[in-house]
């Protein structure tokens, strides 16, 4: 069914019938519910914390009945957060918070422990180049541009090997 084909078939009911699809849709499908329950309940304060919370944990994961977890290091946490953020439609400065937050999580956790897989650096690194798009598209780039050069200067103080192409990202906005 076409957009405008829903739209003429939407004209055709009554309050009360439209009333009843979409509490039918809210009951039916959980994504519906979710959206429904952010729009008149945004606790975006509290996603954000959830939110930093499970990245966090995957670089230092709680203990788990006194032994120690190993850090999984996934970058498709952060990465889901960020999508399910945006499909909500949270506030850009939040969703940049995260995306940030998560490299610089990543980078604490390597300033700590030898990483030996390029793929992390890797990942970091379009992390970073998704988090510069987002904030020059959402023009907020001058908001965050304190924290885009201190992750910058951190990959130069680790000797990260992509740093060259961390600085081509920086070179573009400057």
């Not at 060259?164 to 990202?169: I, Q």
Request: charged share 30%.
């Amino acid at each position: 069914m076409s957009k405008r084909d829903l739209k003429k078939y939407l004209a055709e009911l009554n309050k009360e019938q439209l009333e009843e699809q979409i509490i039918e849709l809210y009951e039916k499908f959980s994504p519906v519910k979710v959206y429904y329950n952010f729009v008149f309940n945004p606790k975006e304060e509290t996603l954000l914390q959830e939110c930093k919370l499970k990245i966090s944990n995957e670089y230092y994961p709680l203990k788990k009945a006194g032994r120690r977890s190993k850090p999984k290091m996934r970058r498709s946490v952060a990465q889901k957060y960020i999508k399910h953020f945006t499909l909500l439609g949270v506030d850009p400065f939040i969703i940049a918070d995260v995306m940030l937050y998560n490299i610089e999580i990543a980078q604490t956790f390597s300033s700590e422990h030898i990483i030996k897989q390029d793929l992390f650096f890797k990942s970091m690194f379009n992390s970073f180049e998704q988090a510069v798009i987002f904030l020059i598209a959402n023009g907020i780039l001058n908001d965050f541009k304190t924290r885009i050069l201190a992750i910058y200067n951190e990959t130069i103080r680790q000797k990260w090997y992509n740093e060259p192409e961390f600085n081509a990202v920086i070179e573009r906005f400057e």
